[in-house]
């Protein structure tokens, strides 16, 4: 009965559409044919349509077609009104329950170039470190924030790292620009940043960041403790799982791979989020 009312060339393009989401380098009109067993006319016809209502791109040298991002944006009304702690809270409670510290999550404020702490999953400790949400915190000190500061766009993060006034917390602050560049490069290297008591003596911190669907930073998770029980020598072993933690979140976020293309340095699409997410 539900035969009837199924459209076949809907049907057909689904499929065709199926088909490329599986193979992220592309199908040539003749590959799809063979894996759909679609007539090669219909198979172009349908590809050609997508490609002019601009869902499918076809390569000028290999005529491979593509899906594009631009099937993101239908879900994208939903997803950015999700809360960001909704979505990240079970990835944090994993984290934490692996790493045995308490676990944080902020996002990155674009118009004043600080992280703001919303939402921690304490660690089971009976000493354990917490901070208010709400709390704001420097880029240049801190874990999250490093790792948020190398993936902004080259102009962005320029802009930034000359506008610090690189205060020093501790004896172990960062207070130069050459030194942060430096680390931030190592940063885009490993895919964490790390806080060595900069902002509070005796405090550790390993960051990674969280990308929104257009592979813009929107914010970070981290794990934080006291050196003694998160020791520098624990960082190889704990950045990467803060890193799988981070991912989690950035998918479901909307974020599939890529970071966001830069033109002459400048991010195409820039975005306030905190508006939207701080609830």
């Not at 809907?10 to 490329?20: G, K, P, S």
Request: glycine content about 8%; charged content about 25%; overall charge negative.
């Amino acid at each position: 009965m539900a035969e009837r009312y199924v459209v076949p060339g809907v049907d057909r393009a689904m499929t065709i559409l199926e088909h490329l989401a599986q193979v992220p380098e592309g199908l040539s009109m003749i590959e799809i044919a063979a894996r759909t067993g679609f007539p090669n006319n219909s198979v172009y016809r349908i590809a050609m349509t997508l490609c002019r209502r601009g869902y499918l791109r076809r390569a000028t040298d290999t005529k491979r077609f593509t899906i594009t991002r631009k099937f993101l944006k239908l879900a994208f009304p939903s997803v950015h009104h999700l809360n960001i702690v909704d979505v990240s809270m079970d990835v944090m409670e994993e984290l934490r329950d692996r790493v045995g510290e308490s676990v944080f999550l902020a996002v990155f404020t674009r118009s004043e170039g600080e992280g703001v702490v919303l939402a921690q999953s304490p660690a089971l400790h009976p000493i354990r470190l917490m901070v208010e949400p709400g709390t704001r915190f420097d880029l240049y000190s801190t874990g999250p924030g490093k790792a948020m500061l190398a993936f902004l766009p080259d102009k962005q993060q320029s802009r930034l790292i000359d506008s610090f006034d690189y205060e020093p917390h501790t004896g172990n602050t960062i207070t130069e620009a050459d030194v942060l560049r430096e680390e931030l490069a190592e940063i885009r290297r490993s895919g964490y940043g790390l806080d060595r008591g900069e902002s509070f003596e005796g405090v550790h911190c390993v960051g990674a960041p969280l990308f929104d669907e257009h592979g813009s930073v929107l914010g970070a998770i981290w794990v934080s403790g006291p050196s003694t029980r998160l020791p520098e020598s624990d960082f190889g072993r704990i950045g990467p799982e803060v890193v799988s933690g981070a991912e989690r979140i950035s998918r479901r976020i909307g974020y599939y791979g890529e970071k966001k293309e830069t033109l002459n340095g400048e991010a195409h699409v820039e975005k306030e989020y905190s508006m939207i997410i701080v609830q």
